[in-house]
């Protein structure tokens, strides 16, 4: 019933001789925000400029709006606002002067969103681009990226190394798409509690693949993590079936694992000890579970 | 509305609403016929997509405690929502294993965790006295 909004199949990358993305799908439905989690270097920006129309597919294919954004750029970008951590905006303009810049290529340019924007962030419009201090030139992109009303709404690690005031601007910005026109988003972010609240869905890639994507609250719900208490001490973590990430030692160790909780229970008890506590597991384990490094994970029995 | 997440504890952001929510029409904090914020005012507050709101607003509809009212809000319904005793049961019940768990760890006996909860109940009355009372009524 929810409307595709992107659907991108199978698709794979290659830099020289680097994979970047290897046989990703990802769909975004309409209405929804969109989570992409992973490390630096994952391929969280790669599948982004794929839907720009920035890069072409190797292999696979990438719609947007059921178009090829490199095919027909027009038609994708001009239903798009985009925000990236690089803010790539023309240095030498005034404020005022990328307002009517943006607004040249958007016949559906909302002015008083812009200015109330504008007022809110206390930009001034006179100054220039250059001389905007780093969260300054981030709300004079958010503004150029909004102000449209775009049907879809990418942001890039839009909050990378801006300040709280800022950060919710953005987040802020996000909400309103949502809430006032039932807007699609799309924001990439390695801040997790920032993800946590704001998507409905959450995709975690994970060297240029697809390690989980879900509904956020399913996702969520698949995994706990459980304190066990064993009455002998263990010096490696011990083996337990559906264990993904195991931290402790000794005779106490926590937990993040999937599956139902009686199969752990089970398991934990087969080894002489017992389930002390469990809750589901926060975005963050999940994460560390399914993308941490290789030594913390175990070997799922 | 005063609400607040708790991200770390594992509890659908959603859920957490619903459960407070709930909490506060329990006890007066909500009286009958009070109009929940609306669903863009609420999201923007607590920082959350706005279909969380929609989800946690379409449970306390299912469970009762709130009704729609066309063109209009969300509003507390009359009937003060009512949880069956064994569910109430339940909820404290996965406390007390935890607390029962943590104390039998950090070497507690039973009658010490009994004596522990009843002074930190008496402390906190000190400081703040219960929800309901402060409403003046149960």
Same mark, same amino acid.
């Given at each position: 019933?929810?409307?595709?909004? #992107?659907?991108?199949?199978?698709?794979?990358?290659?830099?020289?001789?680097?994979?970047?993305?290897?046989? +990703?799908?990802?769909?975004?439905?309409?209405?929804?925000?969109?989570?992409?989690?992973?490390?630096?270097?994952?391929?969280?920006?790669?599948?982004?400029?794929?839907? /720009?129309?920035?890069?072409?597919?190797?292999?696979?294919? #990438?719609?947007?709006?059921?178009?090829?954004?490199? *095919?027909?750029?027009?038609? +994708?970008?001009?239903?798009?606002?985009?925000?990236?951590?690089?803010?790539?905006?023309?240095?030498?303009?005034?404020?005022?002067?990328?307002?009517?810049?943006?607004?040249?290529?958007?016949?559906?340019?909302?002015?008083?969103?812009?200015?109330?924007?504008?007022?809110?962030?206390?930009?001034?419009?006179?100054?220039?681009?250059?001389?905007?201090?780093?969260?300054?030139?981030?709300?004079?992109?958010?503004?150029?990226?909004?102000?449209?009303?775009?049907?879809?709404?990418?942001?890039?690690?839009?909050?990378?190394?801006?300040?709280?005031?800022?950060?919710?601007?953005? /987040?802020?910005?996000?909400? *309103?798409?949502?809430?006032?026109?039932? *807007?699609?988003?799309?924001?990439?972010?390695?801040?997790?509690?920032?993800?946590?609240?704001?998507?409905?869905?959450?995709?975690?890639?994970?060297?240029?693949?697809?390690?989980?994507?879900?509904?956020?609250?399913?996702?969520?719900?698949?995994?706990?993590?459980?304190?066990?208490?064993?009455?002998?001490?263990?010096?490696?973590?011990?083996?337990?079936?559906?264990? /993904?990430?195991?931290?402790?030692?000794?005779?106490?160790?926590?937990? @993040?694992?999937?599956?139902?909780?009686?199969?752990?229970?089970?398991?934990?008890?087969?080894?002489?000890?017992?389930?002390?506590?469990?809750?589901?597991?926060? /975005?963050?384990?999940?994460?560390?579970?399914?993308?941490?490094?290789?030594?913390?994970? @175990?070997?799922?029995? | 509305?005063? $609400?607040?997440?708790?991200?770390?504890?594992?509890?659908?952001?959603?859920?957490?609403?619903?459960? =407070?929510?709930?909490?506060?029409? %329990?006890?007066?904090?909500?009286?009958?016929?009070?109009?929940?914020?609306?669903?863009?005012?609420? !999201?923007?507050?607590?920082?959350?997509?706005?279909?969380?709101?929609? &989800? !946690?607003?379409?449970?306390?509809?299912? %469970?009762?405690?709130?009704? &729609?009212?066309?063109?209009?809000?969300?509003?507390?319904?009359?009937?003060?929502?009512?949880? %069956?005793?064994?569910?109430?049961?339940?909820? $404290?019940? =996965?406390?007390?294993?935890?607390?029962? %768990?943590? !104390?039998?760890?950090?070497?507690?006996?039973?009658?010490?965790?009994?004596?522990?909860?009843?002074?930190?109940? !008496?402390?906190?009355?000190?400081?703040?006295?219960?929800?309901?009372?402060? &409403?003046? &009524?149960?």
């Amino acid at each position: 019933m929810e409307q595709t909004v #992107v659907d991108v199949e199978d698709l794979s990358r290659s830099f020289a001789d680097k994979t970047a993305l290897d046989s +990703v799908s990802f769909r975004a439905t309409a209405g929804r925000v969109h989570g992409l989690v992973g490390s630096n270097g994952a391929g969280k920006t790669t599948l982004i400029r794929h839907l /720009l129309g920035l890069l072409s597919a190797t292999s696979g294919s #990438v719609r947007v709006f059921g178009l090829d954004p490199v *095919r027909n750029p027009v038609g +994708v970008l001009g239903r798009v606002g985009y925000l990236s951590e690089e803010r790539e905006l023309p240095e030498w303009m005034r404020v005022d002067e990328l307002m009517a810049y943006t607004q040249a290529f958007h016949p559906t340019w909302d002015e008083s969103y812009a200015r109330e924007l504008l007022d809110t962030f206390a930009l001034d419009p006179a100054k220039r681009i250059k001389d905007l201090s780093k969260g300054m030139r981030a709300q004079a992109g958010l503004i150029a990226a909004v102000a449209h009303r775009p049907q879809l709404l990418i942001l890039d690690e839009p909050s990378s190394g801006l300040d709280a005031v800022v950060r919710r601007d953005i /987040l802020d910005a996000i909400v *309103r798409a949502v809430a006032d026109d039932g *807007r699609t988003v799309i924001f990439s972010s390695h801040l997790l509690d920032e993800v946590e609240r704001m998507s409905d869905h959450v995709t975690l890639i994970h060297q240029g693949r697809v390690a989980l994507s879900g509904v956020l609250d399913d996702v969520r719900g698949a995994y706990q993590r459980s304190r066990i208490r064993f009455v002998e001490p263990f010096d490696e973590p011990p083996v337990l079936a559906t264990a /993904l990430l195991m931290e402790g030692g000794g005779r106490t160790w926590s937990v @993040v694992h999937s599956g139902s909780l009686e199969q752990f229970r089970h398991s934990v008890l087969t080894r002489g000890g017992e389930v002390v506590e469990s809750r589901d597991a926060t /975005l963050e384990e999940i994460f560390l579970a399914r993308a941490g490094r290789s030594r913390a994970q @175990v070997k799922a029995a | 509305m005063d $609400i607040t997440l708790n991200l770390a504890d594992g509890v659908p952001i959603y859920r957490q609403i619903v459960n =407070q929510v709930t909490y506060m029409v %329990a006890s007066g904090l909500l009286e009958p016929g009070e109009e929940l914020p609306p669903i863009r005012t609420l !999201a923007l507050q607590l920082t959350v997509t706005p279909n969380t709101i929609v &989800k !946690a607003y379409h449970e306390l509809e299912i %469970a009762g405690v709130v009704h &729609k009212r066309r063109g209009a809000g969300t509003f507390v319904s009359e009937r003060r929502p009512h949880m %069956a005793l064994r569910d109430r049961r339940r909820v $404290i019940d =996965q406390r007390i294993d935890a607390l029962l %768990a943590e !104390a039998h760890q950090l070497n507690f006996t039973t009658n010490d965790i009994i004596r522990m909860v009843r002074e930190r109940k !008496a402390s906190m009355d000190e400081v703040t006295p219960e929800p309901a009372e402060v &409403k003046g &009524k149960r």
